[in-house]
């Protein structure tokens, strides 16, 4: 498919708009012309604590001016995932204000009594007490829905043990294995589709890990583009078994494609 046929375009958030609170180079004219354009756009993060309102913010504060309807996170997609699955349905929740917002706004009784559900995401205090609940209800018959894979994320102090870690201990104890609902599955990407209305064969992703946004980019049928802003490094991408469409220094060396 030529370049110019990218009729609409999906973009991570860390790594490739932002890093530690400031922008990257040419995230703000990228977003900028996208809206001056009137191209369909979304940004997608697997990161589940904040808001679309809280990540909005962020990014103004960087210097990138985005809509709250422009930001698709693990959590809201989380909650549509379970909206469309058992609608008005019950969970019981470890994470932050983003996931617990998102399935509140979705019709969803958060509880710890029989639920649904388990939903386990990203929360920056893992309380012992919390994941005990959990693994007890899930032993009870509840089903098993993480919002993301990613078993560490950042901190200015070093890595922070994240979803997938504490995932994988509830695994341990109880023998049964999560649904993640975040990047790399296909249905993050499918749902931000149909959110703004995209195709797959005419829509671009671009992101800065080869095993989340380029895998599940490539996995729902997008072009995919690597910048090396973020996770990956270019002397890393050869040990993968797939490619990204294209490899970049920054997001600013996709300006002109818009």
């Given at each position: 498919?030529?370049?110019?046929?990218?009729?609409?375009?999906?973009?991570?958030?860390?790594?490739?708009?932002?890093?530690?609170?400031?922008?990257?180079?040419?995230?703000?004219?990228?977003?900028?012309?996208?809206?001056?354009?009137?191209?369909?756009?979304?940004?997608?993060?697997?990161?589940?604590?904040?808001?679309?309102?809280?990540?909005?913010?962020?990014?103004?504060?960087?210097?990138?001016?985005?809509?709250?309807?422009?930001?698709?996170?693990?959590?809201?997609?989380?909650?549509?995932?379970?909206?469309?699955?058992?609608?008005?349905?019950?969970?019981?929740?470890?994470?932050?204000?983003?996931?617990?917002?998102?399935?509140?706004?979705?019709?969803?009784?958060?509880?710890?009594?029989?639920p649904d559900y388990v939903?386990?995401?990203?929360?920056?205090?893992?309380?012992?007490?919390?994941?005990?609940?959990?693994?007890?209800?899930?032993?009870?018959?509840?089903?098993?829905?993480?919002?993301?894979?990613?078993?560490?994320?950042?901190?200015?102090?070093?890595?922070?043990?994240?979803?997938?870690?504490?995932?994988?201990?509830?695994?341990?104890?109880?023998?049964?294995?999560?649904?993640?609902?975040?990047?790399?599955?296909?249905?993050?990407?499918?749902?931000?589709?149909?959110?703004?209305?995209?195709?797959?064969?005419?829509?671009?992703?671009?992101?800065d890990r080869m095993d989340?946004?380029?895998?599940?980019?490539?996995?729902?049928?997008?072009?995919?583009?690597?910048?090396?802003?973020?996770?990956?490094?270019?002397?890393?991408?050869?040990?993968?078994?797939?490619?990204?469409?294209?490899?970049?220094?920054?997001?600013?060396?996709?300006?002109?494609?818009?």
């Open positions: 498919m030529p370049e110019r046929e990218i009729m609409a375009w999906l973009t991570d958030m860390d790594g490739v708009l932002v890093h530690e609170g400031t922008a990257l180079p040419g995230a703000a004219d990228f977003v900028k012309r996208l809206r001056d354009e009137d191209v369909p756009f979304l940004i997608l993060t697997n990161n589940s604590i904040f808001t679309a309102r809280d990540l909005r913010a962020r990014l103004s504060s960087s210097g990138i001016d985005v809509p709250e309807t422009a930001i698709w996170t693990s959590a809201l997609a989380t909650a549509q995932f379970l909206h469309d699955q058992i609608p008005d349905g019950s969970a019981y929740v470890i994470g932050e204000a983003g996931l617990t917002t998102a399935l509140y706004e979705a019709g969803y009784t958060l509880t710890e009594s029989d939903v386990l995401g990203e929360t920056r205090t893992y309380s012992f007490e919390a994941i005990t609940r959990a693994i007890r209800l899930i032993q009870g018959g509840a089903r098993f829905i993480a919002t993301n894979p990613d078993v560490t994320g950042p901190s200015q102090e070093g890595p922070l043990p994240a979803t997938g870690s504490v995932a994988a201990m509830i695994t341990a104890a109880t023998g049964r294995k999560p649904y993640f609902v975040g990047k790399p599955n296909p249905i993050l990407f499918r749902s931000a589709l149909n959110r703004i209305g995209a195709h797959s064969e005419a829509t671009a992703m671009i992101g989340t946004d380029v895998m599940g980019g490539l996995e729902a049928g997008l072009r995919t583009f690597l910048v090396l802003t973020g996770s990956t490094p270019a002397d890393e991408v050869q040990n993968y078994p797939f490619r990204p469409s294209r490899v970049v220094d920054s997001i600013a060396d996709l300006v002109d494609l818009i």
